[in-house]
């Protein structure tokens, strides 16, 4: 593989002053049409970026790089895999408002999108040995929602579970039905939340001091809550510090 040294620093150094900007642009504000237009353009050069330094994290050591160069070039990628992360999380949390006329809702099984989510995180989970577990009722529930929307919000609740649930941990999700509403939780026994910062983790870049060096961008609750509140729903979380978090969601039905 031959690959001039000049672009690899050029792209190092293009990497981390993008990155740089980013994260302290997105960080003043993210509700305006511009920057979510320049977010959707830093896009293309992430994911360029992102290649290059994964070309060049394969390569072996003494074929071209020395131990210390391959090292900053991995931390590199960890880098340029956050500025992604939080790049698509702040452009879901712009698509997400709780503006109705965003929203596509038809009737969709509940049961099928909860599924769904735990097939795609059953690999993080086994990965942990996290015990990821569906109190699945009998019969298909029936729900009036946005399918992706919703599935999204149940997506970042379960994710967080495992994210910050310790290896052999449990989570347990349950569905109930009644007359006028349908009721989801989702509970873990993980490393919890502090009582002071329960009420602030809905809120945009909000993360709470217990995290150690778990990383996040602190917009998935926020696209959660808005999500939710677009159904008509309400969210509601329930934590104690080391011991485990469970976070509830009120969907009215809709007939
Ligand atoms: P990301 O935007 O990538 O999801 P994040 O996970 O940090 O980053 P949120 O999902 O918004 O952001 O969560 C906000 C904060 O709430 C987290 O940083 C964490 O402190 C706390 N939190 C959320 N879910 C849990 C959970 N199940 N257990 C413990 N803490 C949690
Ligand atoms: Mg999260």
Request: charge should be neutral; hydrophobic fraction near 40%; charged fraction near 25%.
């Given at each position: 593989?031959?690959?001039?040294?000049?672009?690899?620093?050029?792209?190092?150094?293009?990497?981390?002053?993008?990155?740089?900007?980013y994260?302290?642009?997105?960080k003043q504000?993210?509700?305006?049409l511009?920057?979510?237009?320049?977010?959707?353009?830093?896009?293309?050069?992430?994911?360029?970026?992102?290649?290059?330094?994964?070309?060049?994290?394969?390569?072996?050591?003494?074929?071209?790089?020395?131990?210390?160069?391959?090292?900053?070039?991995?931390?590199?990628?960890?880098?340029?895999?956050?500025?992604?992360e939080?790049?698509?999380?702040?452009?879901?949390?712009?698509?997400?408002?709780?503006?109705?006329?965003?929203?596509?809702?038809?009737?969709?099984?509940?049961?099928?999108?909860i599924?769904?989510?735990?097939?795609?995180?059953?690999?993080?989970?086994?990965?942990?040995?996290?015990d990821l577990?569906?109190?699945?009722?009998?019969s298909?529930?029936?729900?009036?929602?946005d399918?992706?929307?919703?599935?999204?919000?149940?997506?970042?609740?379960?994710?967080?579970?495992?994210?910050?649930?310790?290896?052999?941990?449990?989570?347990?999700?349950?569905?109930?039905?009644?007359?006028?509403?349908?009721?989801i939780?989702?509970?873990?026994?993980?490393?919890?939340?502090?009582?002071?910062?329960i009420?602030?983790?809905?809120?945009?870049?909000?993360?709470?001091?217990?995290?150690?060096?778990i990383?996040?961008?602190?917009?998935?609750?926020?696209?959660?809550?808005?999500?939710?509140?677009?159904h008509?729903?309400?969210?509601?979380?329930?934590?104690?510090?080391?011991?485990?978090?469970?976070?509830?969601?009120?969907?009215p039905?809709k007939?």
């Amino acid at each position: 593989m031959q690959i001039d040294i000049l672009h690899i620093l050029l792209g190092a150094l293009l990497g981390s002053s993008i990155f740089y900007w980013y994260e302290t642009r997105t960080k003043q504000k993210i509700s305006s049409l511009s920057i979510e237009a320049i977010i959707h353009e830093l896009k293309t050069p992430l994911t360029g970026l992102s290649w290059i330094f994964s070309s060049l994290s394969e390569l072996k050591e003494g074929e071209l790089l020395n131990r210390e160069t391959l090292v900053l070039l991995k931390e590199g990628m960890v880098k340029i895999g956050n500025a992604l992360e939080l790049t698509n999380d702040a452009l879901s949390a712009l698509n997400t408002s709780p503006d109705y006329a965003t929203y596509k809702f038809r009737n969709y099984d509940l049961v099928s999108i909860i599924s769904k989510v735990i097939d795609e995180n059953s690999l993080s989970a086994k990965e942990k040995s996290i015990d990821l577990y569906y109190k699945q009722g009998k019969s298909p529930v029936s729900l009036y929602c946005d399918e992706i929307k919703l599935t999204l919000a149940i997506r970042n609740i379960v994710s967080n579970a495992i994210k910050y649930t310790p290896s052999n941990g449990k989570i347990i999700i349950d569905t109930k039905q009644s007359d006028d509403e349908i009721v989801i939780s989702v509970s873990d026994n993980g490393i919890g939340i502090p009582a002071t910062e329960i009420n602030k983790v809905f809120n945009k870049f909000y993360r709470a001091h217990n995290i150690g060096d778990i990383s996040g961008s602190g917009l998935g609750l926020f696209i959660v809550k808005n999500i939710i509140a677009g159904h008509d729903g309400r969210i509601e979380i329930q934590s104690t510090e080391g011991r485990g978090t469970k976070i509830t969601i009120f969907l009215p039905v809709k007939k």
